[in-house]
Nanobody, 123 residues
Framework: QVQVSESGGGLVQPGGSLRLSCAAS????????IGWFRQAPGKEREGVSY????????GYADSVKGRFTISKDNAKATVYLQMNSLKPEDTAVYYC????????????????WGQGTQVTVSS
């Protein structure tokens, strides 16, 4: 059974940085993507970024391009989301999730989800 768990959220001032971590385990196949999603109060869940385990390809939402960077450390079985130049509109609960055979920002194909970590950007 795939298990994922996020950490690293917190309170940060506008313009600041945070790094989120997603520890994932229990994979039965090698072709999967790990995605980061976020959901703010009263808003739909939206895709932020993903990374493919198979070929390392990545994708980003337009709203975070140039500010967020996704990466993975295979030795630690961990995916990171480095978030720079944070804005108040980045405030949300951030989730990581796993999807087999597809690399997408659409949350529908993701079957395994973490519990989420709160990111608050405020002065």
């Amino acid at each position: 059974q795939v298990q994922v768990s996020e950490s690293g959220g917190g309170l940060v001032q506008p313009g600041g940085s945070l790094r989120l971590s997603c520890a994932a385990s229990g994979f039965t196949l090698e072709d999967y993507a790990i995605g980061w999603f976020r959901q703010a109060p009263g808003k739909e869940r939206e895709g932020v970024s993903y990374i493919s385990n198979k070929d390392g390809s990545t994708g980003y939402a337009d709203s975070v391009k140039g500010r967020f960077t996704i990466s993975k450390d295979n030795a630690k079985a961990t995916v990171y989301l480095q978030m720079n130049s944070l804005k108040p509109e980045d405030t949300a609960v951030y989730y990581c999730a796993v999807a087999y055979f597809i690399y997408t920002l659409d949350y529908g194909p993701y079957d395994y989800w973490g519990q989420g970590t709160q990111v608050t950007v405020s002065s």
